[in-house]
């Protein structure tokens, strides 16, 4: 009977343990192309010789932020004329410029892209006849804002909406100096491709020749617009039998979409990582180069 309480408390832990071991998964797992589907590994190949050659392979990942950013602002005006239209459009940007440039954004930094005019029809309906008749115009015009910092995001965001304006199209994330990224990488994964080398040097019984060449330089720049995923819906529903009775009516809450930003670090099998370890959003650049040397014959 003393043996009942040790069991008890046995099982508490465990269900505590398992408890806290499935929160690591998050409500990612509801996915459905999630890791517990997925089991595929991360995989690299990073030397392969043939009687002639040896390949060595090398790839190196940089996560940076951004140097600034472009944050593009959608924006519409109704008007029975196209003067009406555009007037009454150019007086809702005028005054978020203006807003703007309380915030340090110099209107050099700013832009206006006109997009289109476009007619508007409506309709009517009188007894069983539905007339379609002319409404007016639609003037659309972007708003392009250059950025130094993410954190001017938010007050942009309530400038607009005080102007009811709500549609914030894209923000992008721009590097001005690719090519010194780019020799930043090929340096590392050139050093890279040395150390391997000298693994096979030093577990193989074959030496290599003096000629040696550059196969392939490949170059990838990932920004973050194309990072986000979404998975389903993180909830269980409840199950209702009605016997396939069609008087019953089914009434739906509204459910949430959820995205998250997916890097790449952990779907590509890269041999270094160069970044500060920081959870802020950035780009990601990746170089994977081949050198190709000759075997002694």
């Not at 392969?48 to 005006?77: C, E, F, P, R, W």
């Not at 617009?225 to 809450?253: H, P």
């Amino acid at each position: 009977m003393k043996k009942a309480p040790f069991i008890i408390i046995v099982v508490i832990f465990y269900c505590l343990g398992w408890g806290m071991h499935a929160q690591n998964g998050g409500n990612y797992l509801y996915q459905k192309n999630s890791t517990n589907y997925n089991r595929n590994p991360v995989e690299t190949m990073s030397i392969y010789s043939t009687d002639s050659t040896l390949v060595v392979t090398s790839k190196v990942l940089l996560n940076q932020k951004a140097d600034h950013y472009v944050m593009t602002i959608g924006v519409n005006q109704l008007g029975k004329t196209v003067v009406e239209a555009n007037q009454k459009l150019n007086s809702s940007i005028k005054r978020v410029l203006s807003k703007l440039n309380t915030q340090g954004i110099k209107n050099e930094d700013i832009n206006v892209d006109f997009i289109s005019e476009t007619k508007v029809y409506d309709h009517k309906i009188t007894d069983r006849t539905i007339t379609e008749y002319f409404d007016g115009f639609n003037m659309r015009k972007n708003i392009i804002i250059k950025l130094d910092k993410l954190s001017k995001i938010d007050r942009i965001i309530d400038f607009c909406s005080e102007e009811g304006i709500h549609d914030i199209v894209k923000v992008d994330y721009v590097s001005k100096d690719l090519e010194t990224i780019n020799e930043q990488l090929l340096s590392e994964a050139l050093k890279i491709v040395q150390r391997k080398k000298q693994v096979f040097e030093k577990n193989s019984s074959v030496s290599l020749s003096s000629n040696y060449r550059l196969a392939s330089e490949r170059f990838k720049i990932y920004y973050p617009k194309n990072l986000y995923k979404q998975y389903d819906e993180a909830y269980e529903s409840s199950l209702v039998n009605t016997n396939y009775n069609s008087n019953y009516t089914k009434t739906e809450m509204r459910k949430e979409k959820s995205f998250y930003y997916d890097g790449i670090e952990t779907d590509l099998g890269v041999d270094k990582i160069i970044d500060k370890v920081s959870p802020a959003v950035g780009i990601q650049y990746v170089m994977e180069i081949q050198v190709v040397y000759e075997l002694k014959g």
